[in-house]
Each structure stands twice: as structure tokens, then as C-alpha cells.
């Protein structure tokens, strides 16, 4: 789900200073996705290292009961609060790729080109809004994405946050209206995490949450992906008349909750299978 024009053959790849990079794992997938040519990591990017996935996988507080990914990203997130941390400027593999991102995106702005800034996680595994303790070691909502790039509010144009037609966590923490594992099952819902490969918990489509996340987030409009998963008639539909009238209702009731218009929706697992309403911002 991108910006309308934006060509991904000829993007350019940048991973902002407040983003956290291990080192073996970026360059496997530069390897793999064959982009090194588009990627550029700025130069103030804190490094996972060894030490602290280790360090992480033998806290009993953050494995057992906050459910850490054991990625070292909380070790490393204190590493860098305490100003210990390596800079990807100190790795030598990563020199290739070294970028001044701000610099970058600012230049591109002021061309008048396309610049989508993509966050990381749920609203609600924040540090400051999320449901603490069992949330990542730093802020993931819109504004701080922007801070992890550098660049400020005035800058975005369109802020779209992204819901999923059911809700998920995986891990300990709260999860509101949370279904039994039969009935994930059932219902066709169960997920997996990419990292840890752990089941996913899941619930029904939490409209509180939804319009809390929007406010958080400052959204200008929704994405809802996985509509399949829920309503199986919508697979692969990309017009948004050719849905029946449950799904046309379960849309009109998000967006009358929120009060924010849902333009984009997901109805497949595949690029194309996208319905895309944004016209309707141009009305």
C-alpha cells in the first residue's frame, strides 16, 4: 500500500538514525533482495550486537514475562540511552551504505518527489502509549517515525495508519475481547510471528482501540489489511462495489467510529490485491 506514482523499482532505501540495524541480518537481506545499489543507512544507526541478543536471552524478566523477540533490541535501546552504543559509522561492512538520511529526505521534499516514511509495530506496543510493560523499548507511533528520520509534522502530507480486520499480539500482555485458541483456529485467524515463529493471540476488531490509535497517530486515513481472512467472499476483490453489503457495513461502522476515511483495504496476500478508495479524499 504506497502513495499513488510511487515506483518501487527506482526507490530509494533509507533507514533512519533512530532505527536499530544488526549488521549480519541487514546484509542478508541486501544480499538476498539484491537492493544494495538503492539502500542507504545512516550514519547514527545503533548497532544490535552479539552481546546484547545474549544479554537479552538470559533476562527472565524480558523473555518470561514480557515476551521479548530475544532480537537484542531492548539491550541495545539501553546501550544507546546510556551513549554506549556502536554507530553503524563504526562498522566497516556497513561503510558501502553509510547516508546522511535527513539530508536526503529533506533535498527530495523540497524537489516536490515522493517520500513514504513506514513505522514499525503496533501503536500499542509503545513504550509511552502502549500497554506497558509488555511493549518495545521505544515510541512507534507517527510522530516518533518521523523523528527516527528526521524530519518534522509540517513535512506529512497524509499520515495512514493501518488496522488489521482482527486484532493480534503475540507474546504476554492484555488483549481485550481475546478468543480461545480453538477458536482462532476455527474462525481461520491463527498467525505466526516472523521473527520467533510464536502463535499469534487474536481477538475480534476492537473499535476503542481503533479510534484511541487514530487520535495517538494523528491519522488522516485508514488501511485495513487481512479483510479476506474475515469476510473470505472479498478475496482478491479490488472494487469496492463488488463487496457485499457485511463488508460495506463493517467499513462504514470503522469509519463512522473513527471518524476518518477508510481508503485502502487489503483483500488478499497478493501486491495487486488492493482495494484502493482514495479518491474519495479528492471529493
Not at 517520500?115 to 521505544?138: D, M, N, R, W
Not at 474462525?187 to 505466526?192: A, C, K, L, N, V
Not at 481472512?229 to 460495506?248: L, Q
Request: aromatic content about 6%; glycine content about 10%.
Amino acid at each position: 500500500m504506497v502513495p499513488s506514482g510511487f515506483v518501487y523499482e527506482k526507490a530509494r532505501l533509507l533507514i533512519g538514525a533512530g532505527v536499530l540495524v544488526n549488521p549480519r541480518v541487514l546484509l542478508e537481506e541486501v544480499e538476498r533482495l539484491e537492493c544494495g545499489d538503492r539502500l542507504g543507512v545512516d550514519a547514527q544507526c545503533a548497532i544490535i550486537e552479539e552481546k546484547h541478543i545474549e544479554e537479552e536471552a538470559k533476562s527472565t524478566h524480558l523473555v518470561e514475562k514480557i515476551g521479548t523477540t530475544k532480537s537484542g533490541i531492548g539491550t541495545c535501546s539501553a546501550a544507546r540511552a546510556h551513549r554506549v552504543a556502536k554507530l553503524a559509522r563504526d562498522v566497516p561492512e556497513l561503510k558501502p551504505y553509510l547516508a546522511d538520511v535527513a539530508g536526503e529526505l529533506h533535498k527530495a521534499l523540497k524537489a516536490g518527489e515522493k517520500v513514504l516514511v513506514e513505522g514499525t509495530q503496533g501503536t500499542y506496543l509503545s513504550l509511552f502509549h502502549g500497554t506497558y510493560p509488555y511493549c518495545t523499548a521505544k515510541d512507534v507511533c507517527a510522530s516518533a517515525i518521523c523523528s527516527d528520520v528526521g524530519i518534522g509534522p509540517t513535512s506529512v502530507d497524509e499520515v495512514i495508519v493501518v488496522f488489521k480486520a482482527y486484532v493480534t499480539r503475540v507474546g504476554a500482555g492484555p488483549l481485550r475481547g481475546e478468543l480461545s485458541r480453538e477458536e482462532v483456529l476455527a474462525r481461520g485467524w491463527m498467525e505466526y510471528g516472523t521473527v520467533t515463529g510464536r502463535e499469534r493471540r487474536a481477538a475480534p476488531f476492537d473499535f476503542d482501540l481503533a479510534r484511541r490509535a487514530v487520535n495517538l497517530n494523528g491519522a488522516t486515513q485508514i488501511a485495513i489489511t487481512k479483510m479476506d481472512v474475515v469476510y473470505p467472499v472479498c478475496r482478491g476483490v479490488n472494487n469496492y462495489d463488488a463487496f457485499p453489503n457485511e463488508v460495506k457495513g463493517f467499513v462504514e461502522k470503522v469509519e463512522a467510529y473513527v471518524e476518518r476515511p477508510v481508503t485502502l483495504i487489503g483483500t488478499g496476500p497478493g501486491a495487486e490485491d488492493i482495494v484502493d478508495r482514495r479518491t474519495l479524499l479528492k471529493k
